[in-house]
């Protein structure tokens, strides 16, 4: 059974930090393409950092650019988001998602094919 797992989120204070984690069970998450993404209330779901299985390249949304990080923990056959200066607004669900056919990342939704159910991130003061 293919399932992904998130870990990590909770309430934060304006300016904190989280590190979410993303663990898979059924394949070896570390050999494929894996997207981060999040919801807020009312909002679509937004892609916000992805790293490619090809050369490792990696991209953000103009919204986190700078503050969110991604990458790959080989021993543990995890990937990681380290969110640094977070802001009420980056208060969402977080869900990390695995492309399974492609070697470079992006953003459209449809080309992940598994996701996991989510991790709650609120930053509040």
């Known amino acids: 059974q293919v399932q992904l797992v998130e870990s990590g989120g909770g309430l934060v204070q304006p300016g904190g930090s989280l590190r979410l984690s993303c663990a898979a069970s059924g394949f070896r998450l570390d050999y494929y393409v894996v997207g981060w993404f999040r919801q807020a209330p009312g909002k679509e779901r937004e892609g916000i950092a992805c790293?490619?299985?090809?050369?490792?390249?990696?991209y953000y949304a103009d919204s986190v650019k700078g503050r969110f990080s991604i990458s790959r923990d080989n021993a543990k056959k995890t990937v990681s988001l380290q969110m640094n200066s977070l802001k009420p607004e980056d208060t969402a669900v977080y869900f990390c998602a695995t492309d399974l056919r492609h070697p470079i990342c992006g953003f459209t939704r449809s080309t992940y094919d598994y996701w996991g159910r989510g991790t709650q991130v609120t930053v509040s003061s």
């Open positions: 790293i490619s299985s090809s050369d490792g390249s990696t």
